[in-house]
């Protein structure tokens, strides 16, 4: 089947590196390429997983509202700067 697709440019010069490195035709390294991406976003692909970490974080800090917790440091930092001058 004949198309026609614009490629980025950043995209259009992976694939010539790609068809350099293996020695075959834009065409082969194209359809390569979206074959196996095709593949890889198919139903048997796995989705991805994080595995959950400790933030250290004492208990009762409401990590949701982080922006108001910053603003809260920023203040007591302000005040504790303006208490020194005096």
């Known amino acids: 089947m004949r198309t026609t697709v614009t490629l ?3 995209v259009a010069a992976k694939l010539r590196q790609l068809t350099r490195q293996r020695g075959i ?3 082969e390294a194209l359809n ?3 074959r196996r991406g095709l593949e890889s976003s198919g139903p048997d692909s796995r989705p991805y997983r994080v595995q959950p970490r400790s933030l250290g974080a004492k208990r009762g800090l409401d990590l949701d509202r982080a922006l108001a917790l910053a603003a809260q440091v920023e203040d007591a930092e302000t005040v504790r700067k303006l208490a020194l001058r005096k």
Do not use: E, N, W
């Open 32 to 34: 390569a390429s979206v």
């Open 25 to 27: 035709s834009f065409k």
């Open 8 to 10: 980025d440019p950043d």
